[in-house]
């Protein structure tokens, strides 16, 4: 019964019921839209997506210290609620500590967000590894309005191979530290990313600290007015010295 309770970022689910034909499960019902269905108006803001990202990787850190993988983040499974909240949908090819080997080699989730290791010969299993690249892809694709590594299709790593451009270089707006963790999350060597969603969602936190007056401050006013300032502070004290220095070695 995972994401009982408010605020776990999932959507809850009641207990089950085995009917007379049919095995069922009740979940709650939530108004809003899917990350998809907002990127279909434009890539996220910083702050949207900084928002996005500290909440999934918050949710992701409670599913794995569950033992619990999800295997398939992307926009179309994140849910942004009209109460504001983010929650984590679909753990339909999920894997648990129970899962069976058969379960495990089998490649579930969408292509484009699965991270290359698992597209090798012999493939590396899915582990929570696998989630926190998925969530970088979903970073970048909010941010950028692109996939990163363009669309994947089952075992072409070379695609994995080419040079990713920077969030920064296709939306300078964003601010270097949410930068810098996107793209170590989605780095194509699985030893330079996140090795945990706590390290994950600590990075994306001090990230927005670092941002937040960079982005609440209004573009370029006040360093302007100052810089301006303290020029013509600098011009008039220089005048000054020059007329001192003429006076005191003016020949008599």
Known sequence: RGGEGAGSGFVRVHAPADGATHFYAVFDWHAGQTLAQLLARGPLDATQVLALGTAVARSLSLLHAAGVIHRDIKPGNLHLGDDGQWRVLDLGVALSRRSSTAARELHAGTPSFINPEQWQDPPQPPDA????????????????????YGEIEPYQLARY????PSVSRLQPSVPMPLDRVVMRAI???????????????LALERSAARDQPALARPPGAPREVLSGWQIGLGLSVLLNLLLIAWLVFLPR
Do not use: H, N
């Not at 909010?142 to 990163?148: C, F, Q, S």
């Open 187 to 201: 780095a194509r060597d699985a030893k330079a990313r996140f090795e945990t969603a706590e390290e994950l969602l």
């Open 129 to 148: 590894g696998s989630d926190l690249f998925a969530l970088g892809v979903t970073l970048y694709q909010a941010l950028t309005g692109r996939l990163p």
């Open 161 to 164: 191979r080419r040079e990713t």
